[in-house]
């Protein structure tokens, strides 16, 4: 869900690190609404009262397909950063997946250490867990491999929005396994999108993004050696226009087709990785706010309970149309999300893959990761 990109320093992708905190923010918005829970349960609210509402109502209404976007993001950085490498195995299969755990993995175990530390506090003064009541052994193990969703009947458990990265593993397996003993062809993305649009369970969704977002970045890896380059990504940014025009009228009466969603994705991953000029500064101001995606993702449930805990200790009301206070669940998450991306993911990273590719199996990786 949130990598560096290996590009041309020319073109350090900063259209997707703007999409993926947009991303980010929107989801935040979506599970502002777990405010509006009373002992567990939902609550009768007015949606058109909360904060920002009508500045910020396609994120109410729909952020839940953020996460959609983050595995298409993930697909596109994936395909572009690993796709020759695991097919000429200059990446190993213990390099390939100590990159993954060292990414994912400590800020999870924090987060779900965190989050089991405090239902049951919640659980003592309302009698209810918050928002996702499966927490027993059995989730917290499955929570501790990142299994949560791989079985038939998944529940939300725990810090439940680790669901959608307990899906992409799966998908981070097959990806793996697929260009080191099948093809790198295209006509695989094809395939696996064709198959996968016909499921309708978590990981069949997260195949399909994914793998949408692999085919945009063949098709920008391609369009290095076209030439009218300029036409064509004049002619993309039209379709793209068109294309969320499209879909703003449609959505407003009904859910648009599941391959309308899946071309727009498509297109506008294609043209948000062209080459994007900005100063210095804008440019890490970009890999910053993208770099704190992951963080905010984890982190935003922990904080809500937190909060939650404290005002029911207090015995007051959670202010849920105050701006203000909206803007500081906000503010706390994004900032939470900078330090712990900055002082404890980011060298914890380091650190395990210092460790991890020090083993003789970790010798055969040749590309930077």
């Known amino acids: 869900m949130n990598e560096t990109s290996t590009a041309p320093r020319a ?18 918005t979506w599970h502002y609404k777990h405010f509006a829970y009373a002992a567990g349960m939902p609550a009768d609210f007015a949606k058109t009262q909360l904060p920002f509402y009508s500045l910020l109502y396609p994120f109410y209404e729909a952020g839940n397909f953020g996460v959609c976007v983050f595995w298409a993001i993930s697909g596109f950085i994936f395909f572009l950063k690993y796709r020759d490498a695991i097919s000429n195995r200059s990446i190993g299969a213990w390099a390939f997946f100590a990159f993954r755990l060292s990414r994912l ?83 695989l993305n094809v ?48 379709a793209a226009v068109g294309v969320a025009a499209w879909l703003w009228l449609f959505s407003r009466h009904a859910m648009p087709p599941y391959g309308i969603v899946l071309l727009a994705m498509f297109i506008l991953l294609f043209c ?38 404290g005002y029911t200790t207090l015995r007051c009301p959670i202010p849920l149309y105050d701006d203000l206070f909206f803007a500081i669940f906000v503010g706390a998450t994004l900032l939470a999300s900078f330090f712990s991306y900055r002082y404890f993911e980011a060298p914890a990273q380091t650190l ?3 460790y991890l590719l020090s083993k003789p199996l970790g010798k055969t990786m040749t590309v930077t990761p």
């Open 11 to 28: 073109n350090k992708l900063l259209g997707l690190e703007a999409l993926r905190f947009v991303t980010a923010f929107a989801v935040l």
């Open 105 to 187: 993995y400590p800020l999870h175990i924090v987060t779900l250490l965190l989050v089991a530390s405090l239902q049951p506090i919640y659980y003592y003064l309302n009698g209810s867990f918050f928002i996702y009541s499966y927490n027993d052994i059995q989730s917290f193990v499955l929570q501790l491999f990142m299994a949560s969703n791989w079985g038939p009947n998944p529940v939300l458990s725990f810090n439940g929005p680790i669901w959608s990265v307990s899906a992409e593993i799966v998908v981070y397996a097959a990806f793996f396994l697929a260009l080191r003993f099948v093809t790198r062809s295209v006509l």
């Open 191 to 238: 395939f696996v999108i064709g198959i996968c649009t016909n499921l309708t369970t978590p990981i069949g969704f997260c195949f399909c993004c994914f793998y949408v977002g692999g085919l945009a970045a063949i098709g920008r890896q391609a369009m290095a050696r076209w030439q009218f380059q300029l036409p064509i990504e004049a002619a993309a940014w039209c």
């Open 272 to 309: 948000l990785s062209g080459n994007v000029p900005l100063s210095p500064p804008w440019q890490r101001l970009l890999e910053a706010a993208g770099s704190m995606t992951y963080s905010s993702y984890l982190l935003q449930f922990p904080i809500q309970l937190v909060a939650v805990i």
């Open 352 to 354: 395990i893959r210092g």
